[in-house]
């Protein structure tokens, strides 16, 4: 199955309930299986600027390089996937852009934003953020995060200063110790999961998971795996119910189907003649 | 405005002390930042180390130990109006949110990093900086270099010089946390009027309470802040209410309506 046939997307972002403006971007190719979500911050409407840089550079870049080319190539001098790569290098070149467009007009000085991408292929997913914007699945009736926190609080519980219960009380939840295109480069974490039919991916800002509760966003995800839609507003109307303090974004990715890469001579054959 | 810790001993306050370093300590010998001068006090008691907009209380292996509202603790993450109890002394955490002016822009995220990096030409520079930096470099000392360089954060917010340092042993005033905040409405509860369970009763304790067979006919009751709705989430048919076939939008219940699902009828209503 085709990839596109085989994932189901939805996304929506939200000002939330105190902010005037939009800081967040979403963007999705069901086509070439990529989901990508930034949080942007900045004065003015640098945030949207940031976020929105991001989000487009990954998106059309990615999609752009994957007409006619299969991501599972492999890269002949790293022997990385071509996936993997891609997701990498184009986290890397947003943050160039914005690097550059921060040092250059200085509205947008300081301006940066966090990113979280997820490229669905070969019933695989390559995952790959920075910041704190999460990737959350559902598997069955357990949702887990697949991405882990670029932030002093998840540095701190990794440490052990602090347990994950105490972490909602923290007042230093909005401080991320990664973002894109603050500094002149950037390390993107990139991990790559196996995914199985029935999987629910949530892409989400920090105004989901600051405002809901991961068991409240568990029991809707669980309750309503069969209308996405209703789904992502649900999630969005629960933080928003919630205070709604900041900008809610969201994607869901259903796996409905597999969609592995075709492969053996036969499967090359097919292809050669499709070309 | 810095949290700070008040001292009393019998209802009196004795001093108070913000807490505007990184780490301070409480004991009885004239070098302690908070100097109790009591022999049940330990020579160093307790210490309190601060990151930002937080408070942890350790225990320094302290002979008669300390209590924090009632509990004897050896470390403890403090919130605001603990009570911490050293023999006869009292010292009160006050880390006040409602006194906060600039709440909106605490709660934007901000970055931690290297005020090195030609990239920051306006990084936050200073006290602020500099006690910060110590607490990164404790708090990360196991981090690889390019993520243990992060010190000063900046909250972009003015229109050219984005960059201003915020102190970082102010108080924070994002809601400690944001999904208590919000006010439960009323208890309700939905009771099977047909079909083999008539007669049960469900209580709506949590936010999100699904009724109906997966594959079937799926609706789900939310609670929210100002009641309680219905929406349809899957099957050909739509639930009903009071005899009326719901849309797809939410809709909400009242005292006493007659839900019927899947050929089952049940009842809607308010507890107490």
Known sequence: ????????????????????????????????????????????????????????????EICQRLQGTSPTERDETTGDELGVLLLRDNIRKANASIFEAAQSQPQYAGMGTTIVSGLFYDNRAVVGHVGDSRMYRLRGETLETVTRDHSLLQEQIDGGMISIEDARLSKNKNLVTRAVGIDAEVEPEIHVH??????????????????????????TLYAMQSNLTLAAEQLIQMANDNGGRDNVSVILVKVKGEFAVPRGWLANLFNWFKK | MAAKLILSMDGVVIREYPLNKERMTIGRKAHNDIVIDNLAVSGEHAAVVTILHDSFLEDLDSTNGLEVNGVPTKKHFLQNNDLIEIGKYKLKYINDQAGQTNAADFEKTMVLRAPVKQAAPAAAKGDATASFMRTQANVDAAQAAGAAEK???????????????????????????????????QAAVVQIL??????????????????????????????????????HVEGASHPMVNGVTLGDQPHQLNDH????????????????
């Open chain 2, 194 to 231: 047909t079909g083999p369970n008539a007669g049960k009763e469900l209580e709506l304790v949590k936010n999100l309470t699904t009724l109906g067979k997966p594959g079937v006919q799926v609706a789900v009751l939310t609670r929210r802040p100002h009641g309680h709705f219905i929406t």
């Open chain 1, 194 to 219: 196996d995914v199985q039919v029935g999987d629910i991916y949530l892409l989400c800002s920090d105004g989901l998971n600051d405002m809901v509760e991961d068991e409240d966003i568990q029991s």
């Open chain 2, 257 to 272: 309506d007659v839900i019927e699902l899947a050929g089952v009828k049940m009842e809607f209503y308010f507890k107490g």
């Open chain 1, 1 to 60: 199955m085709k990839v596109e046939d085989a994932i189901e997307i939805v996304s929506q972002t939200h000002p939330g309930m105190v902010r005037s403006h939009n800081e967040d971007s979403v963007a999705q190719d069901a086509a070439c299986g990529l989901v990508v979500l930034a949080d942007g911050m900045g004065g003015y409407n640098a945030g949207e600027v940031a976020s929105g840089i991001a989000v487009s550079v990954v998106a059309t």
């Open chain 2, 151 to 185: 010190t000063g954060k900046f909250d972009a917010r003015p229109p050219v010089a984005p960059v201003a340092p915020v102190a970082p042993a102010a108080p924070v005033s994002k809601p400690a946390a944001g999904p208590a905040a919000a006010p439960t409405p």
